[in-house]
């Protein structure tokens, strides 16, 4: 549909989630959505106010409404004056109904505007024969009210619709809408969308980051809550990442642009959240199933009330108005919009908390999961090394000399356990002197000259293959890597560096036991390793010596036990096991959203947000099938009411009556929708 065709099929709810032909394009098809969707808002609440005043004459010439007031009121003609406004009513404040029936009886897709459009059509077509002969009481005021309720109602129902789907835009307005560009040593201000990769751009405190890219220059806190969750502002500095669309602290920083635009880290959440909300899992489908046959069955019920009514001697005008109470109460508007808006509040939220959504079934069924899978190095470790201990073999030498020795010579190396070194001796703020006569012997270490005495920073096998002993206590452990220190030939001490543990590791497999869930991890490491750290953690059990095509295996393994399965893994090395797995989560991709090949990505690389993730399934489905139940309760319930059950009881639905409560149960959908939230508590209960 295009922007300027007002002819409202957009309406269609069973479709709602397709807005009538629309998909997202990333942010800005969103918010040409959007835009078009306040369009539509003005243009209902311009049509109620105009029927609303054209209501009120023909409310005033009803001999109804003059009796129930107690005056008379009329002329010669005005029963032509009351059609003649009943027209305009008709034709003007039921255009979006009329036409949208055209659209989807030619869609071959009948739905909410088909019941509308057919039960105001009836009425008028009806009142206008009485009006030019035919016996009986014309509808003009029942006809009226109703249009100007179901315009209200609609008015009320898609504000709140907007509410709950506008999310994205949220996300959006986290981007500054101009950056300061620096040119040699000038700066100037510049419109965001002219910022381009390799730019130099000044951040000044306070002020929003324009671009991801890379500090050059200053050091501050960035607070990164509202892109990743993670409350605490984190401290960058030279060589560190910034995110577009977070937020600077007291420092001035001078940024690298390496992504803008298209590029960036945000553009791509709001592109993956704009998917996620466009996409279809298996609830909504059924959900979408129910409505149209829903509208199906409301249209068998309205023809069936208007005969049975003719049958048992009710005149005409009694049994029209009993069809259209039923077609109208039973639009399948609540149900059509119970899945999309919980969709869209739970796909914008969990993004906030640092959790993406690329599967939406698998979103709604993380609830199910019974084990979770963890890959080992870089989802429950850091996956980099780091030195636990410095042990002293020769009382001749302290810690300190022994890292500047090691820290002196691996200064000069490659190998990533040379890099640990030197970092651990930087962070003890250790001198490293000059090294003359640098050597690496691959496979068994490095030396050097450092202040006038030879140095060899060497591995176990090396000592055993010059003879020399291994002392006591430093023997090869679990999960732990040792290099020792020779000066001038002769053991001086050891350095034990290990890929360390996460901190919140320890939490999340807690955290994710108590939802008695069990936890296992996938390596390639040697049992030993594997033994060493499920045990420091508490895992119910380890995978050791798998190879990366054998991880696809080990969950087959488990889900041949009937687990329901979650395997967590970096998304690129673990393609075939997250593909495997009932849900495949991403852990470690940070900002590279891109790559990822998982159901969901923790932003944060914080295993404990599994725990997060599946609270969030959990709310998400449970605020689903509570608006599912409450959709098809009502009209359980209303479809009888409006057929006339309660007739020989004295309770008759008037067809206004029945509008109104039908755009009541599309409101109360909505906001139930944006009451969707995951208590902080029950995350924080959940890792004691």
């Keep these: 549909m295009k922007n300027n065709d007002m002819n409202h099929e957009h309406m269609n709810h069973q479709k709602h989630d397709q807005h009538s032909g629309h ?133 009320i129902e898609m504000a709140s619709i907007l509410g709950a789907s506008s999310a994205l835009e949220k996300l959006a307005k986290l981007m500054p809408s101009e950056a300061h560009r620096k040119k040699d040593d000038e700066v100037e201000d510049i419109p965001l969308s002219e910022v381009k990769k390799g730019d130099v751009l000044v951040i000044k405190p306070g002020e929003k980051i324009p671009s991801d890219g890379v500090v050059l220059k200053g050091e501050s806190y960035i607070n990164e809550s509202m892109l990743t969750g993670e409350s605490k502002p984190v401290r960058k500095g030279k060589d560190d990442r910034l995110i577009g669309g977070s937020l600077n602290g007291d420092g001035s920083l001078e940024l690298r642009v390496e992504g803008a635009g298209d590029e960036s880290y945000l553009n791509k959440v709001i592109k993956m959240v704009g998917e996620a909300q466009a996409s279809k899992s298996k609830t909504q489908a059924l959900s979408d199933r129910a409505a149209f046959w829903l509208t199906i069955v409301s249209l068998s019920v309205g023809i069936a009330t208007l ?180 000066v001038q030939g002769k053991v001086a001490g050891s350095l034990a560096l290990s890929d360390t543990i996460r901190p919140e590791s320890y939490q999340a497999i807690k955290a994710l036991q108590k939802l008695n869930i069990k936890c296992w991890m996938l390596t390639g490491d040697n049992k030993e390793t594997a033994k060493a750290v499920a045990d420091e953690l508490g895992m119910d059990g380890f995978f050791a010596e798998v190879l990366p095509d054998e991880k696809q295996a080990k969950v087959k393994e488990l889900q041949a036990q009937g687990e329901y399965v979650a395997m967590a893994g970096d998304g690129v090395n673990d393609s075939p096991a997250l593909a495997q797995a009932q849900v495949g989560i991403a852990v470690g991709s940070g900002t590279d959203i891109a790559a990822a090949s998982a159901d969901i990505i923790l932003v944060n690389s914080n295993p404990l947000d599994i725990t997060a993730l ?38 008759v639905m008037r067809p206004e009556v029945g509008a109104i409560l039908m755009s009541a149960s599309t409101v109360i959908v909505a906001v139930n929708a944006r009451l969707l939230r995951v208590k902080k508590e029950e995350l924080k209960e959940a890792g004691k």
């Design 23 to 155: 998909q997202h394009q990333g942010h800005s098809g969103h918010h040409d959505h959007n835009a078009h969707h306040r369009m539509m808002i003005q243009d209902f609440k311009k049509r109620f106010y105009i029927t609303l005043v054209l209501t009120l004459p023909v409310l005033a010439l009803s001999p109804l409404i003059q009796k129930i007031l107690g005056f008379s009121f009329g002329f010669p003609g005005s029963g032509y004056v009351v059609f003649a406004l009943a027209s305009i009513i008709f034709l003007y404040g039921g255009w979006p109904f009329l036409s949208g029936l055209v659209k989807e009886l030619k869609d071959k897709s009948p739905g909410m505007m088909t019941l509308i459009g057919l039960a105001i059509t009836v009425a008028y077509v009806y009142s206008a024969a009485v009006t030019f002969g035919l016996d009986g009481t014309p509808f003009y005021w029942e006809l009226a009210t109703l249009i100007a309720i179901m315009l209200a109602g609609h008015w």
């Design 307 to 486: 005969i049975t009514w003719l049958l048992v001697g009710q005149d005409l005008q009694f049994a029209i108005a009993r069809m259209a109470t039923v077609m109208i109460i039973t639009c399948p508007h609540a149900l059509g919009l119970a899945i999309p808006l919980v969709v869209a509040v739970s796909t914008a939220k969990s993004a906030e908390n640092g959790l993406l959504i690329q599967n939406r079934t698998a979103f709604e069924n993380a609830r199910k999961i019974s084990t979770v899978i963890f890959d080992k190095t870089g989802t429950l470790t850091t996956g980099t090394f780091e030195v636990t201990s410095v042990d002293i073999h020769d009382k001749k030498y302290g810690d300190k000399e022994l890292l500047t020795f090691a820290g002196s010579v691996e200064a000069l190396s490659e190998h990533p356990i040379g890099k640990s070194i030197v970092l651990r001796a930087k962070k003890d703020e250790i001198d490293l002197p000059a090294v003359d006569n640098f050597q690496a012997v691959k496979g068994k270490g490095v030396s050097g000259t450092v202040s006038g005495k030879k140095i060899q920073i060497v591995s176990p096998g090396y000592l055993q293959e010059q003879n020399l002993e291994i002392p006591e206590g430093a023997e090869a452990k679990g999960g732990v890597t040792r290099i020792f220190i020779l």
């Design 614 to 651: 599946i609270l969030f399934g959990k709310a998400t489905y449970n605020k689903m099938v509570q608006n599912l139940i409450w959709a098809t309760g009502y009209n359980v319930i209303a479809i009888p009411l409006a057929a006339g059950v309660l007739y020989n009881v004295g309770i």
